[in-house]
Nanobody, 123 residues
């Protein structure tokens, strides 16, 4: 089967850190850009970050730039999202999905969405 599995979420206090993992199943990762997205209760899903297939280009939403870092390990078929200095507004379900080669601002160009992992930032 072709899918992603997101993991690494949890409950963390403001200012804390989490590292999310996006593991691919059923395909190799090297030809795909991988995007991270999130959806908070009552809000639309938004793009968080993306890394190109080569890893040479990374993209971050303004709200997370400087706090989050995306990386990839093709051998492990996994993309990571290091989340530092977490804020309550980062609370959401985080998803990953793929697109050929390059990142895109259009969510409908990404496929094979995972089940998501819950991140809750609260004191």
């Amino acid at each position: 089967q072709l899918q992603f599995v997101e993991s690494g979420g949890g409950l963390v206090q403001p200012g804390g850190s989490l590292r999310l993992s996006c593991a691919a199943s059923g395909f190799s990762l090297e030809n795909y850009a991988i995007g991270w997205f999130r959806q908070a209760p009552g809000k639309e899903r938004e793009g968080v970050s993306c890394i190109s297939s080569s890893g040479s280009t990374t993209v971050y939403a303004d709200s997370v730039r400087g706090r989050f870092a995306i990386s990839r390990d093709n051998a492990k078929k996994t993309v990571y999202l290091q989340m530092n200095s977490l804020k309550p507004e980062d609370t959401a379900i985080y998803y990953c999905a793929r697109r050929f080669f390059a990142c895109s601002q259009y969510q409908n160009e990404y496929v094979y969405w995972g089940q998501g992992t819950q991140v809750t930032v609260s004191s």
